[in-house]
């Protein structure tokens, strides 16, 4: 079993402004509900660094695809999409 962290609140913003592509995410969601998910959001509050970012959103996911940029590989089973 691993040993608990504490986590100082007052530095969580600072960490997720950090995560590589989150200003990209927060420009392309445009006001549209948008949510940090999955592993991403346990390496911010661990403080490590996370190789992706898991984003759910309450809304179509093309428009988010198309103002996100970059190469965009739709998976129509589980509607989620993957970017480069």
Do not use: C, K, N, W
């Not at 949510?35 to 984003?55: F, H």
């Amino acid at each position: 079993m691993s040993a608990q962290r504490e986590i100082d609140p007052s530095q969580f913003e600072a960490r997720l402004g950090a995560l590589e592509g989150m200003d990209a995410v927060r420009e392309a969601a445009e006001g549209r509900p948008a949510y940090l998910v999955g592993g991403a959001v346990r390496d911010l509050l661990l403080g490590e660094a996370s190789p992706d970012l898991d984003i759910a959103l309450e809304d179509e996911i093309g428009p988010f695809l198309e103002a996100l940029g970059g190469e965009a590989e739709q998976h129509e089973r589980f509607e989620t999409a993957s970017v480069v």
